[in-house]
């Protein structure tokens, strides 16, 4: 069943991120957990300047006639929300979202985390400070990057 859930969060996603980016958002991330007699469809949304109830009130009027198309989505609940101000980046594609934010990284081996602003996201890296202390960070070297607010940030 978790392979299914997999795939069926695939094909939503792809359905559903054409519209979200339409309406000048960015999907984060959709979520659908499967119980007994329901499932829950969960989808987190950003954009530059912050989400307003009203921008998810629109995400979820949009999408509730197309997610009750999909059959495998019996009595399905749909929360729609924004990442939250401490958001623990759940994969590469999000650090591209976040650009310009704060973010807090813990390193691989070590117990320090590293705060500074998201400058740049490349294939193999990113790049987080200031203009003058900016520093390249491998992500293979990141075992947690979190988002945290900093003067400065877009």
């Known amino acids: 069943m ?8 695939s094909e939503i996603g792809k359905e559903i991120e054409p ?4 309406m000048g958002l960015h999907l984060v991330e959709l979520t659908i957990s499967f119980m007994k007699r329901s499932c ?3 989808i987190v949304i950003h954009k530059t300047g912050g989400v307003t109830v009203a921008d998810c009130s629109a995400v979820a009027k949009n999408l509730q ?4 198309l999909h059959e495998e989505l019996k ?3 749909l929360q ?5 101000i401490s958001r ?9 979202i976040f650009k310009g934010r704060g973010l807090s990284v ?6 320090e985390w590293t705060n500074g602003i998201l400058r740049e996201v490349a294939d193999e890296h990113i790049v987080l400070g200031g203009p003058e202390n900016a520093e390249k960070i491998p992500f293979a070297g990141i075992k947690k990057a979190k988002l945290i607010t900093l003067e400065g940030e877009n």
């Open 106 to 111: 813990l390193r691989t081996g070590n117990s």
């Open 80 to 84: 729609v929300a924004s990442p939250g």
């Open 2 to 9: 978790q392979r299914a859930a997999e795939a069926i969060e």
């Open 40 to 42: 829950s469809v969960i």
């Open 65 to 68: 006639p197309r997610l009750e």
């Open 75 to 77: 009595d399905f609940q």
């Open 88 to 96: 623990m980046l759940k994969s590469r594609r999000e650090y591209s």
């Open 19 to 22: 519209i979200v980016n339409a």
